[in-house]
Nanobody, 122 residues
Framework: QVQLAESGGGLVQAGGSLRLSCAASGSIFSINGMGWYRQAPGKQREVVATITSGGATNYADSVKGRFTISRDNGKNTAYLQMSSLKPEDTAVYYC????????????????WGQGTQVTVSS
């Protein structure tokens, strides 16, 4: 059983900062790529940032220079540091990860967290 749990969302004024955390727990053998996605009301879920197990990162153009994704492999945790937040960043933010469990070490499965709300007021 593997789970992802996000935390750190909340209400912040435009220009402010938030740090999201995503902790993976359960019978984990290894974690490959991890990422953050978001879904605003009435819109499709979109990728925000991704990070490989080796630390290579990619960002959506809309957040480049403002958001930073990182991970602590020892803690099975990914982070999203969000700065210079804008009202258009308001969304539910979801963590995603490709994880090999102890029961299926040769195959990775894709997992989603339950999401955390980020609201940026103008």
């Amino acid at each position: 059983q593997v789970q992802l749990a996000e935390s750190g969302g909340g209400l912040v004024q435009a220009g402010g900062s938030l740090r999201l955390s995503c902790a993976a727990s359960g019978s984990i053998f290894s974690i490959n790529g991890m990422g953050w996605y978001r879904q605003a009301p009435g819109k499709q879920r979109e990728v925000v940032a991704t990070i490989t197990s080796g630390g290579a990162t990619n960002y959506a153009d809309s957040v480049k220079g403002r958001f930073t994704i990182s991970r602590d492999n020892g803690k099975n945790t990914a982070y999203l540091q969000m700065s210079s937040l804008k009202p258009e960043d308001t969304a539910v933010y979801y963590c995603n990860a490709d994880i090999r469990s102890l029961r299926s070490r040769f195959r990775s499965d894709n997992y989603w967290g339950q999401g955390t709300q980020v609201t940026v007021s103008s």
